[in-house]
Every structure is written in C-alpha cells, then in structure tokens.
C-alpha cells in the first residue's frame, strides 16, 4: 500500500498550522506544534524543546510570512514522516529567503508533532550570505 498520500495529508495538518502561526507571529502557537524534546535547526544555532521553538521565532520581524512545497516524503516508521520541503520566507523589508526544510513528524498521544526541524539555505543564498 502506498502511504505518500497519507504522508503528505500528516505534514499538511501540522505544517498548515505552522504556517499560521508563523505568518500571525505568534512564537508560542508555533512552539506548541514541535515534541517537548525536538531538535530545532532554523538559521541560528540549533536548540532543543520548545522552549527554543519559541524564541526563535519571536526574534524573527513581523512580517515575516511562510509559504513551502512538499518535494517528497517518506514513512521511516509507522509512527514517523518524514517530509523535504521548499520554503519561501518572505519580508516586509528585504528579499525573500528561499530554504530547504526537512521535518520528522512523530505521532504522540495528542496527534503527529515536529520532532526534527533543519533549514539548510539553497545554494545561490548560500552563497549570498559569504
């Protein structure tokens, strides 16, 4: 049977939701979606628990907003997805910064939250940022 479907429902749930709360700057909702133990990677070093969740993205501008494609996802485990995102965060003052994202979602007793969270920046705005 083949579960990418499914996969992709599980990461739209979650992610809508992230983006929401991202786009309404509202750090503590988007912390709210992770594991109490994720591993949490943005741009900054990473951190773990929600705790760093939350404020990192209160450091980030108002304004900022989220937009992502889901390039491929993949079932490690009944319990896991794992999803390889394109994401386009946007500013109200400077250039949008395009990343690569990739999640591990767990399913917990309260439903399926972000485990693992690592933005790695796509080649060209990697090379902008030397």
Do not use: C
Not at 70 to 92: E, H, K, Q, W
Request: glycine share 6%; no cysteine; proline share 6%.
């Amino acid at each position: 049977m083949d579960d990418a479907p499914a996969d992709e429902t599980v990461l739209r749930q979650v992610l809508d939701r992230w983006k929401d709360a991202v786009d309404r700057h509202e750090p503590e909702r988007v912390a709210a979606l992770f594991t109490e133990d994720a591993v949490f990677q943005g741009l900054h070093p990473y951190s773990v628990g929600r705790p760093g969740v939350a404020a990192y993205y209160a450091a980030q501008p108002a304004g900022l907003t989220a937009e992502y494609t889901i390039l491929t996802t993949n079932r490690p485990a009944r319990d896991l997805v794992l999803g390889y995102l394109a994401v386009d965060f946007s500013f109200t003052d400077r250039p949008t910064l395009s990343v690569f994202l990739g999640v591990l979602l767990r399913r917990t007793a309260t439903g399926w939250a972000i485990a693992h969270y690592q933005v790695s920046l796509l080649p060209q705005e990697a090379a902008e940022e030397q």
